[in-house]
């Protein structure tokens, strides 16, 4: 198995309060933080023939989530812990298989160091 294309990248968003209450309440916006929102992009990969088949068996008999985490040689970028992985496309094209897959739903880590939102706030 062969990576032919890893466009896959973080997605990391930026929580900002307006701080604009009509009521008054609070003395202005509370503290942003930043938080993992996904994960865009795909990943092709080149199969052999042999891998192939063991694609479509382990498909059959279990789940296309079972060949990514026990087959797919693929570290996950810092900051996420698992993701779930779809399939997007098969093709052979001139006697090469590829798959590409896409990611659509991922877990942050919570050991790493992006800002977590605040437990208390300084008024």
């Known amino acids: 198995m062969r990576i032919l294309k890893d466009?896959?990248?973080v997605l990391v968003e930026e929580w900002s309060d307006p701080g604009d209450y009509p009521s008054g309440a609070g003395s202005g916006p509370l503290p942003?933080?930043?938080y993992l929102a996904g994960m865009e992009g795909e990943l092709v990969l080149e199969l052999t023939p042999d891998e192939l088949v063991t694609f479509h068996l382990t498909v059959r008999d279990e789940s296309f989530e079972a060949w990514v985490n026990e087959v797919v040689d693929y570290k996950l970028p810092?900051?996420?812990?698992?993701a779930t992985w779809e399939l997007e496309s098969e093709s052979v094209v001139n006697g090469v298989s590829t798959l590409t897959l896409c990611v659509t739903e991922v877990e942050?880590?919570?050991?790493?160091g992006m800002d977590d939102e605040?437990?208390?706030y300084d008024y």
């Open 78 to 82: 810092d900051g996420i812990s698992s």
């Open 118 to 120: 605040p437990d208390e």
């Open 7 to 9: 466009t896959l990248e």
């Open 108 to 112: 942050a880590d919570p050991n790493y």
């Open 32 to 34: 942003s933080y930043k």
